[in-house]
């Protein structure tokens, strides 16, 4: 049976996370923290000041690298983060014609891949969101 996480400050069902992901995107001065044996889980309220926990250590997301786009909604906001290709550099070549993932990618020169288990903060592909992101780019813009 698997066993879902629960955000210790809002309550929310979280995600469970692979160390590297954890290790990749916590702020340096915090990293001592990390221990091999402990579980990790993010936190996926959006509305949460809470980014990755364990049963012993809650951080913030003050205390990453990059923000979290499932938590910040602002342009310069990466949704690849192997890249570090941004949501408002994927809505740019969305406005300029671009409209698959690669496009973006190329239209961008950002096309850096594979780093996901361990860049993403998530510690997954970002295909699904990065597709996501050029879908409502289409539909801000009415280019459907």
Not at 44 to 62: G, H, V
Not at 121 to 138: A, E, M, Q, Y
């Given at each position: ?85 941004t949501r408002g550099e994927i809505k740019n070549a969305v406005k300029n014609g671009q409209r698959?993932i690669d496009d973006v990618q190329d239209f961008a020169k950002k096309n850096i891949t594979g ?30």
């Amino acid at each position: 049976m698997k066993v879902i996480q629960i955000c210790p400050v809002c309550g929310f069902p979280a995600i469970s996370v692979k160390e590297k992901a954890v290790r990749f995107n916590l702020n340096d001065s915090l990293k001592y923290k990390i221990e091999s044996n402990l579980k990790w889980s993010i936190c996926n309220n959006p509305l949460c000041d809470c980014s990755y926990f364990s049963k012993i250590y809650i951080f913030k997301i003050s205390d990453l690298i990059k923000p979290l786009f499932f938590k910040d909604f602002n342009d310069n906001v990466p949704i690849c983060y192997c890249s570090d290709l941004t949501r408002g550099e994927i809505k740019n070549a969305v406005k300029n014609g671009q409209r698959t993932i690669d496009d973006v990618q190329d239209f961008a020169k950002k096309n850096i891949t594979g780093f996901c288990e361990e860049r993403n903060p998530l510690g997954k592909c970002c295909r699904n969101v990065f597709l996501k992101t050029i879908s409502d780019s289409l539909d801000e813009n009415n280019l459907n």
